[in-house]
């Protein structure tokens, strides 16, 4: 058992009395170890605010700090015994089987959105900002949090709007759907360009290190751009390769040197600033209208 160090401050879980005296120190009382023991088996000499001391067993006292948050922790406890995965509004499939650079062993990732009743969102203890079940490749965001990293042109929540695979779309997250092009600006070149370059150095490091290439990392890499470049030309995110499957894939199966792919990475760059360009798409997305519809979809949740 944990002996506590002189110095902490402690509640009284029990009525005790005072050493010398008739009175008592009641149930709550706040005082300071002056003592600890050698052993769990033995007292703590606790002081209190009148500078009487008496003695407690480990299980006669709570840590102060530890005694105000226990009514809250239980509380807390009980909101994450709460099936929010009820709440899943939108649930889809992105990863290689979107993209269509999947094969018969590879893993189904299901992503999405929930959106909580308004008595768990408004409560003290609020909701978590993500659902995730790593043992079923399973997450799921809440709805502001998801609304916000798509309004920063997050790759993986874009690829989640406009994924071709979709299995659960009630009507509020089809109106999200209908509304995606708002998402779309100018802030994927940085967003895709940033990420990818940031990525690239690190496969570099672990070449210099290790000497061995992330093949399917830098595949997906490289669909990143591609996918990046597609968007500024066309004011669509396109989530399936296409015709790019088989020269992708062989990035993935190291068929092509690392060279080659490192000069084809640099290519796409100077493809993405010219796309850049001559993008069509607004400097910023459009936040007016989806703080609209996150206020609209709150609404929805009160019960009446």
Request: proline share 4%.
């Amino acid at each position: 058992m944990l002996i506590l160090p002189p110095g902490t401050q402690i509640v009284t879980r029990i009525e005790r009395r005072k050493l010398n005296s008739t009175s008592f120190y009641p149930v709550g009382a706040v005082g300071v170890i002056v003592k600890a023991p050698d052993d769990g088996s033995h007292s703590y000499l606790i002081q209190f605010p009148d500078g009487g001391e008496s003695a407690f067993q480990r299980h006669e006292f709570s840590i102060r700090k530890h005694f105000q948050r226990e009514g809250y922790e239980v509380a807390a406890d009980a909101l994450a015994d709460f099936n929010l995965y009820k709440y899943v509004i939108y649930r889809c499939i992105v990863g290689s089987r979107a993209y269509g650079l999947d094969h018969e062993d590879s893993d189904v990732d299901r992503r999405g959105i929930y959106l909580p009743p308004a008595e768990l969102h408004w409560s003290l203890f609020g909701v978590p900002e993500q659902l995730e079940n790593k043992e079923n490749e399973e997450c799921y965001w809440e709805l502001q949090k998801f609304l916000t990293l798509a309004l920063k042109a997050n790759p993986n929540i874009l690829e989640c709007l406009f994924t071709p695979i979709v299995e659960t779309v009630t009507p509020l997250a089809q109106e999200l759907l209908d509304m995606r092009g708002a998402f779309l600006s100018k802030l994927v070149y940085q967003t895709y360009n940033g990420y990818v370059m940031s990525q690239f150095k690190k496969i570099e490091q672990d070449i210099r290190n290790h000497g061995q290439v992330k093949w399917k990392h830098a595949m997906h890499l490289i669909r990143l751009l591609m996918s990046g470049i597609n968007l500024l030309k066309e004011g669509v995110l396109t989530v399936q390769v296409g015709e790019q499957r088989d020269a992708l894939l062989a990035i993935r199966y190291g068929e092509r040197t690392w060279e080659a792919v490192n000069a084809w990475r640099i290519q796409l760059h100077a493809e993405f600033d010219a796309a850049l360009q001559a993008t069509k798409l607004p400097d910023r997305p459009d936040y007016e209208q989806v703080n609209a519809f996150l206020i609209q979809a709150r609404r929805s949740q009160i019960k009446n």
